[in-house]
């Protein structure tokens, strides 16, 4: 069975958790470590023979768009992780139309090539801007990942289907595929990446894609930030809350990310979810159910 891997492509100061500290006009002021965290990051990805999709920050790709170029010569896909990494319910329709547009109009210019994926800042797609994917089928996105179905005090969406699905819009049909869960007694549980990744260990982590692959025989989706790679990063400052979830972990995380690309097979996303759409078994085209935007409450059970 095989996983998606997926790569946050963004600085160690544009991250959530400390957006109150760093704003956008002052990213400037930073030294960045964007450039060489990923280029440690495709030596690993090289030296496994693994291939990934990068969500790209339009903010760092107008920066770097030599980066870009070389992510993508090295046969990765480049998608989208919108222009300046605002949460998509913080802004409206049209605002989130535009950043988006932006960003995604600057990939396909460094790239010459369409960009298909999107995944919103810190899985910002909840039961409250789910609005979204109509502006997103509307600019030509083929796909989603920027759902986390679990319960969190900043995201998530707890009833959300835990594998791929397919969302009816005005504008056409966008596939979501949510971040990785284990579902054991009725609780669900994040497995695969980000802090999640860092902070358990790394027995857990196999453990639950594997419990994915072969008992639930689905396949997983899951994530990196290039950061997460660099313990030489600068140390900001935040809340208490903040400073751990970025900084605790870190000394493990090349080992494990290094493991689990022995332990699992990992393509790009848009490559999976190709396989998945086409696959000659009726029953696995069946594990992408299909609803209407405006059904989404009542299929889920939550109403309208």
Not at 200 to 227: D, F, I, K, M
Request: hydrophobic share 40%; charged share 25%.
């Amino acid at each position: 069975m095989k996983n998606a891997l997926t790569i946050d492509l963004e600085d160690y100061y544009q991250v959530s958790a400390f957006s109150k500290n760093f704003a956008v006009d002052r990213w400037d002021n930073y030294p960045s470590r964007v450039e060489h965290n990923t280029a440690k990051l495709l030596s690993i990805l090289d030296e496994g023979n693994a291939r990934a999709t990068f969500f790209t920050l339009g903010w760092v790709a107008r920066k770097y768009p030599k980066l870009i170029r070389k992510i993508a010569d090295n046969h990765h896909e480049i998608a989208c992780h919108s222009n300046v990494h605002r949460s998509v319910y913080a802004m409206g329709a049209e605002e989130f139309r535009e950043d988006t547009l932006e960003a995604k109009k600057l990939l396909e210019d460094i790239t010459g090539e369409p960009i298909r994926g999107y995944r919103a800042p810190s899985f910002s797609i909840t039961r409250d801007s789910l609005w979204a994917y109509e502006i997103l089928s509307e600019i030509g996105f083929s796909y989603d990942s920027s759902v986390f179905p679990i319960k969190h005090p900043n995201y998530g969406w707890p009833r959300a289907p835990r594998f791929p699905f397919t969302i009816r819009t005005n504008n056409g049909s966008i596939i979501e595929f949510p971040m990785p869960t284990l579902q054991l007694a009725g609780v669900r549980a994040p497995i695969g990446g980000g802090a999640y990744f860092r902070l358990l260990p790394y027995w857990y982590t196999r453990w639950g894609l594997r419990y994915v692959n072969l008992r639930e025989e689905q396949s997983a989706c899951v994530y990196l930030h290039p950061w997460e790679l660099d313990l030489e990063q600068p140390r900001m400052q935040g809340s208490v809350s903040a400073l751990l979830r970025h900084y605790f972990g870190l000394r493990g995380t090349e080992s494990k990310f290094r493991r689990m690309l022995l332990d699992f097979e990992v393509q790009p996303l848009n490559s999976l979810i190709e396989e998945l759409k086409f696959d000659a078994s009726a029953t696995r085209r069946e594990r992408i159910p299909e609803v209407a935007l405006g059904e989404l409450g009542a299929y889920l059970g939550e109403g309208s």
